[in-house]
């Protein structure tokens, strides 16, 4: 059959001209194409064609050759699919990534990278890493390492983490964090580099970096001990004066004994350091690490060891280091460490203190514990001092507590009354008035100053004075019972805090018990004060209602509390013009005095004067308005019936012949009520005689009777004679 079978249809279209060129006997390289199966389906094939001719030359056919290449394309679609994911996952990364070649040729840079360093990727691929992104310090330092990686395979800085210098494209410098990967590429060595920028973490660390760079200082100043040893057997060859001096060992003795370093080695210490020597020592490694030795003395004295991995002709031939001594410092991050400690205690003392319901003497023996425990002291106690019946100072055992082996003094009756003076604490009693603390060795003090604490077998202490209010109150002491110990100046500022909450706590304890005592006050004189007297907040709601109101409506104080008043005691017409007078006195306008009725419980009804007026907030904002009021329902039937009485009388007066009058006992005989008959009988109304308003009682008289009716007037008021 014709090979046009096996075509698909694009391919017969090349058919014609493959055929020619076969015809004049010229060869066909093989190329990839598609052909189809019997069953119809295409499978990719190499085909190559050649022209065959006879033993004359004649070309009498064509030879093709087939080869199925269906794998090998599954394998480069396959190849394809991971390399489009591999370079997703570099374009994605958050790290920067640098790919180089082994003339250190950059030959992939992600955009990460391109942020980092400031090159676009197309400007920088094919550039030398060394020109490009690493300062011209370490550019020489760089090529003899992949030189030297290239000719011996060796690169003590690949597959670790490692901190570097980089440089940005505008020549800043920074520090970074690198990890190098040697990778073969196409069967030719390559590098990968993944590095990121760590210019923020090193900031966060430069506390620590000058700590270190301060000992580093030392060592380039040989302030340490300079040594060196063999490598396999740490057997010290050489070291310097410095270390008689450091540990009060003669030098003799670091090269006569073989195991010397490890025999003086803090037994803590001595395990883990030789085997982290040894490792790396064997990775050939420089290395530095911190341990302690025993002195000659007993003491432990901190060292930083530095060491220096010494290779001649690829082999560790000796190590040789400094040691630095840090005991300092590690005393002062034992020093923080325990500040710390305390300072949480005194947050705990704090919300024991000031945010319990309960008084400051029910918190005190946990805040106690915690203070012990976080300044790891023998005992701690409170004193408090008070004046004695003979006029001078005296000092009471409060509180202790004691750690686990401590005898407590608690019990100890001569603590119950100290006569500071009588006991030679006048200096102590100078000093912590003054707010200053007393700290040191017990057996430092003066002779009449330990007797009275040599009893609690204490060795170091401190004492803080506690003032309450701005005064002095007493103090809070810390006993070390177990070893000499030197308070730092860190400790003792703790202290000193801890000290100033149980003086807050003590005060305001003082201030609460003031506020009750003050309530209690103020509670008993408005119970006991005749008049009503009523709290409400903004909204009218009730929030005091003393005994005369309960005494007067029915209702208990528990029974209205929180109820608005206007619901529970107002009649339904008045309500209305009360919550108006709510809303002047909420606004500011007080005093407000009106009158209004009350509900009783039993339903009666009662007629009461009341006077507003409110608290106001640190704003000027009222808060409270205070409701003062008296009954007035009997005052009020009484002036009504007065009223009443009056008004009949004035109806019979008036109906009586001749005038009624009263009047006062003066000359002008000033008149306070005229009847009406007054018009009838001297033709004046009553209105112009009341009060001598046009003329008085005595100028109605006739001028020569005047003095007569004057003094029979009188003579008659003093025999109390009608007249």
């Given at each position: ?47 190559a ?12 056919g ?26 997703a ?10 790919v ?40 020489d ?9 290239l ?8 597959n ?15 520090p970074?964090?690198l990890?190098?990967?040697p990778v ?32 580093r ?31 009060g ?29 040894a ?10 690490f ?13 060292l ?19 040691m ?7 005393r ?19 919300e ?6 309960t ?52 019990d100890?009756?001569r ?8 006991a ?16 040191g ?10 007797v009275?604490?040599?009893?609690g ?24 019972c ?10 003792r500022?703790a ?7 149980l ?67 107002l ?8 919550r ?26 009662r ?16 808060t ?43 000359p ?22 009341l ?21 029979d ?9 009608p007249f």
């Amino acid at each position: 059959q014709s090979i046009a079978i096996l075509l698909p249809p694009d391919a017969l279209a090349t058919m014609p001209e493959a055929l020619a060129n076969l015809k004049q006997g010229e060869r066909i390289d093989p190329y990839e194409t598609e052909r189809i199966r019997k069953d119809g389906t295409r499978v990719a094939v190499s085909v190559a064609y050649s022209p065959v001719r006879d033993a004359h030359g004649t070309l009498i056919g064509t030879s093709s050759i087939y080869r199925d290449i269906s794998a090998h394309k599954q394998a480069e679609a396959t190849i394809r699919e991971r390399e489009a994911q591999t370079a997703a996952i570099v374009a994605a990364a958050l790290d920067c990534i640098v790919v180089i070649d082994g003339d250190g040729m950059i030959t992939e840079f992600n955009p990460a990278a391109e942020q980092t360093f400031g090159y676009r990727r197309d400007e920088i691929l094919g550039q030398e890493l060394a020109k490009t992104v690493i300062p011209p310090a370490e550019r020489d330092r760089h090529r003899r390492g992949l030189a030297r990686y290239l000719t011996t395979g060796e690169g003590p800085l690949l597959n670790h983490r490692i901190e570097v210098t980089a440089m940005h494209a505008d020549g800043m410098e920074f520090p970074a964090e690198l990890a190098i990967a040697p990778v073969s590429l196409n069967g030719a060595p390559a590098f990968i580099g993944y590095l990121r920028d760590i210019t923020e973490r090193q900031q966060a660390e430069v506390a620590l970096r000058q700590s270190r760079q301060s000992y580093r200082d030392l060592v380039h100043a040989i302030d340490g001990i300079v040594w060196e040893a063999e490598a396999d057997t740490v057997h010290f060859t050489f070291v310097s004066d410095q270390a008689e001096r450091l540990l009060g060992y003669p030098t003799a003795r670091w090269l006569a004994e073989p195991n010397f370093w490890q025999d003086h080695m803090h037994p803590d210490d001595r395990g883990w350091t030789s085997s982290f020597c040894a490792t790396a020592t064997a990775e050939k490694r420089d290395h530095e690490f911190e341990y302690r030795m025993i002195a000659a003395d007993g003491r432990a004295v901190w060292l930083r060891d530095i060491v220096t991995v010494v290779i001649e002709n690829g082999r560790v031939t000796k190590l040789r280091g400094v040691m630095v001594d840090i005991t300092p410092r590690k005393r002062h991050e034992q020093d923080l460490l325990r500040r710390d400690a305390i300072l949480q205690a005194v947050r705990f003392a704090g919300e024991r203190f000031l945010t319990s319901t309960t008084t400051w003497e029910e918190g005190v023996p946990q805040v106690l514990e915690q203070l012990g425990r976080a300044s790891d002291v023998s005992r701690v106690y409170v004193f408090e001092k008070y004046r004695g019946a003979d006029g001078a100072l005296w000092a009471t055992q409060r509180f202790e507590w004691v750690a686990p082996g401590i005898a407590p003094q608690i019990d100890d009756p001569r603590l119950g009354a100290i006569s500071l003076e009588a006991a030679g604490l006048a200096r102590w009693t100078n000093a912590l008035s003054r707010g200053e603390l007393l700290h040191g060795h017990v057996r430092e003090l003066p002779g009449i100053e330990r007797v009275p604490v040599e009893a609690g077998g204490p060795l170091s202490l401190v004492l803080v004075p506690i003032f309450v209010d701005g005064a002095w109150w007493g103090v809070i002491g810390f006993d070390e019972c177990t070893r000499e110990r030197d308070f730092s100046a860190m400790e003792r500022d703790a202290l000193k805090a801890a000290a100033d909450t149980l003086g807050a706590a003590i005060g305001r304890d003082r201030a609460n018990q003031d506020l009750k005592s003050e309530r209690d006050f103020s509670s008993t004189v408005l119970d006991t004060v005749g008049a009503l007297v009523a709290v409400m907040d903004r909204q009218g709601r009730i929030i005091r209602f003393n005994r005369a109101c309960e005494q007067l409506t029915g209702y208990t104080a528990d029974e209205v509390k929180g109820q608005t008043f206007w619901e529970l005691f107002l009649i339904p017409e008045e309500v209305d013009e009360v919550r108006s007078m709510m809303g002047k006195v909420a606004a500011g306008h007080f005093p407000y005095a009106h009158e209004n009725v009350w509900v009783m419980r039993d339903g009666s009804h009662r007629l009461i004067a009341w006077n507003n007026t409110a608290i106001l907030d640190e704003q000027g904002e009222p808060t409270f308005l205070i409701k003062t009021g008296i009954d007035i329902t009997e005052r009020r039937r009484a002036e009504e019936a007065r009223r009443e009485s009056q008004r009949m009388l004035s109806t019979l007066l008036s109906n009586l012949p001749g005038m009624v009058y009263r009047c006062r006992n003066d000359p002008s005989r000033t008149m306070e009520f005229v009847s009406d008959g007054c018009l009838d009988l001297t033709g004046y109304p009553p209105s112009d005689l009341l009060g001598n308003h046009r003329l008085g009682y005595a100028d109605l008289v006739h001028p020569d009777d005047r003095a007569e009716d004057w003094g029979d007037v009188q003579t008659a008021i003093l025999t109390d004679e009608p007249f």
